[in-house]
Each structure stands twice: as structure tokens, then as C-alpha cells.
T-cell receptor
């Protein structure tokens, strides 16, 4: 079974631009979560989607948004990029909606975004 | 307040020896899950082991075991017979099954074998 895939793997953008990252979960997984990882802040939760609905959102500005499609694939968008948005963005999928028993999350390889 | 605390920024272990990575957590939710992930230099987070708050026995997965001490709110990862490929960053994480259901991560421990 294929793992979580994320595209692109690497991205370089300029301040003020916007970017869209894509995540395809493991087949059969309906829950997708996004995390930002930086050296200073560590791993921080961005948002979680289940059945095309955002179920939970972390403490990030409105420039960060996401969506999930009917096939469970998810995208996240960052508008008006800032230097501080440079990070590894990780997507994770799980079979069950959290709170419904064991729900380990399986992560993708991440997208490394550099903002110049 | 920190919900997940990993007090060891770096650890060294000899090949074939066992090593314990510390993790303490803080929650008032009676139902929660504890996870350990490994992150090699490539960046991918690899799921290692899971322990539910109601599980009576410590979780084990191959060379990994989780030393769960609920009263002390600790969930230490034990890696037996360390291998060179175990060198990586290790993260402890918690999911509270109440209102906040996302994974909250600790700051990580860099293990060098």
C-alpha cells in the first residue's frame, strides 16, 4: 500500500507570493492533518480535515488555509508569504477520525518551503 | 504550559546497547493517546509506537517499547539493541481525545548511535 505522498518536495518562493501544497493520503484514510515544522517553533498543528470538512484548526493566521476533496486528497494554501513561513510542511493521514479509537497518523515526506 | 516535555536534547548510545528517551506529558483529559515518531535527516516522520491512556500493558513494537507510567505522566521510549540506523530525531506526541484532537509534539531528542 502506498504511503502518504506530498508534492512538491521542495519549493522556493518570494515574499508576497502565494503557494499551494498537495497531500494524497494513504488509500482508505479519510482524515488528513497538516503540520508546520521550524527549528524555532518545532512541530505545530495547522489544521485537520475529515470528509471534506475542517474539523480542527491550529493557531495560525488566516493566510494559511486548506481544503479536502472528495477523494480525501488535501491542499493547503499560504497567501502573502513571509520569510517566517519557511518551514517543512508535513501532512499526515489516519484511518479513523481522532477520538474514535486508536488513530495513529502516518506522515508524508514533507514539502520544504523556502521563502526569500 | 508545555503539554509534552522532552528534557534530553541529545543522547548518545553505543551499538547493541539499549537507550531510554524521556517524555513527560500534562493533560486533564482522561482519554488520550501517546505516540513516538522517528524523524531521520530526510524529514519524514515515521510512526513507531502508540499507547492509549486506558491500556493496561506497555506497548511494544519490535525493538521499541513504551514505558508508560500514568501516575507520573511519563511515556518513555526504550530502544533495545541500538543500530546505526536508529540515529535520528525522536518526537513524543500526545493526542487528547476531547476538544483538542490534534497531535501535540515535544521538542524532540536527537539520538546518535
Amino acid at each position: 500500500k502506498a504511503g502518504v505522498t506530498q508534492t512538491p518536495r521542495y519549493l522556493i518562493k518570494t515574499r508576497g507570493q502565494q503557494v499551494t501544497l498537495s497531500c494524497s493520503p494513504i488509500s482508505g484514510h479519510r482524515s488528513v492533518s497538516w503540520y508546520q515544522q521550524t527549528p524555532g517553533q518545532g512541530l505545530q498543528f495547522l489544521f485537520e480535515y475529515f470528509s471534506e470538512t475542517q474539523r480542527n484548526k491550529g493557531n495560525f493566521p488566516g493566510r494559511f488555509s486548506g481544503r479536502q476533496f472528495s477523494n480525501s486528497r488535501s491542499e493547503m494554501n499560504v497567501s502573502t508569504l513571509e520569510l517566517g513561513d519557511s518551514a517543512l510542511y508535513l501532512c499526515a493521514s489516519s484511518f479513523k477520525l481522532p477520538g474514535q479509537g486508536t488513530s495513529e497518523q502516518y506522515f508524508g515526506p514533507g514539502t520544504r518551503l523556502t521563502v526569500t | 504550559a508545555q503539554k509534552i516535555t522532552q528534557t534530553q536534547p541529545g543522547m548518545f548510545v553505543q551499538e547493541k546497547e539499549a537507550v531510554t528517551l524521556d517524555c513527560t506529558y500534562d493533560t486533564s483529559d482522561p482519554s488520550y493517546g501517546l505516540f513516538w515518531y522517528k524523524q531521520p535527516s530526510s524529514g519524514e516522520m515515521i510512526f513507531l509506537i502508540y499507547q492509549g491512556s486506558y491500556d493496561q500493558q506497555n506497548a511494544t513494537e519490535g525493538r521499541y517499547s513504551l514505558n508508560f507510567q500514568k501516575a507520573r505522566k511519563s511515556a518513555n521510549l526504550v530502544i533495545s539493541a541500538s543500530q546505526l540506523g536508529d540515529s535520528a530525531m525522536y518526537f513524543c506526541a500526545m493526542r487528547e481525545e476531547g476538544s483538542a484532537r490534534q497531535l501535540t509534539f515535544g521538542s524532540g531528542t536527537q539520538l546518535t548511535v
